[in-house]
C-alpha cells in the first residue's frame, strides 16, 4: 500500500496497556519515603501512592485485577482542511 493512500484511510491510532489494580482488602498508607519526600505526611496534600501488603484474596501479591490505560491519538490534519 502506498504511504499516501494510508494517511487518508486512518481514523485513530489507539495505544494501550494493562496495568494491575491494588488489592482493595490489604491496600496500605501511602508509601512513608514518598510523603516524606512531599514534606506532609497527614495533610490533604498526600499523594495517592498505596501498596498492597498482601492477603488471601490477592494470594499474596497485593495486586488483585488489571485495567486497562490507554491513549487515543487522532490524525492530524493539515493546514489547508484536509
Known sequence: MEPYLIASSVLCVIAQRL???????CRGRPFRRLRRWRGDLDGPDVPKAFRGRGCPA????????????YEMLPPMTDARGG
Open 19 to 25: 496495568v494491575r489494580v491494588i488489592c482493595a482488602e
Open 58 to 69: 490477592c494470594k499474596g501479591t497485593g495486586y488483585r485485577g488489571r485495567t486497562v490505560s
